[in-house]
């Protein structure tokens, strides 16, 4: 599992995470490097500073919308 899938999954767990808790959680160094990787793969991630300047990421996932799809069609056994 590479840096960036990883950081993916954390911040799907554990939205406003800092740097800080990431390096330490993931031993990523370059937490803002593998952002950019996310955001590059069409990803948005928010950096937004608390009110003691600490950055903190947030994942935007898209809502996903259900269709039904195939509501003709019948079963038989």
Do not use: K
């Not at 950096?47 to 003691?52: L, N, Q, S």
């Amino acid at each position: 599992m590479t840096q960036t899938t990883r950081l993916l999954d954390y911040l799907r767990a554990n939205p406003g995470a800092s740097s800080l808790e990431i390096t330490n959680a993931l031993r990523i160094v370059n937490v803002t490097g593998r952002v950019s990787d996310l955001r590059e793969a069409g990803y948005v991630v928010l950096c937004i500073r608390d009110r003691e300047g600490v950055a903190r990421y947030r994942l935007v996932e898209r809502p996903v919308q259900l269709t039904l799809t195939g509501a003709e069609e019948v079963v038989t056994a």
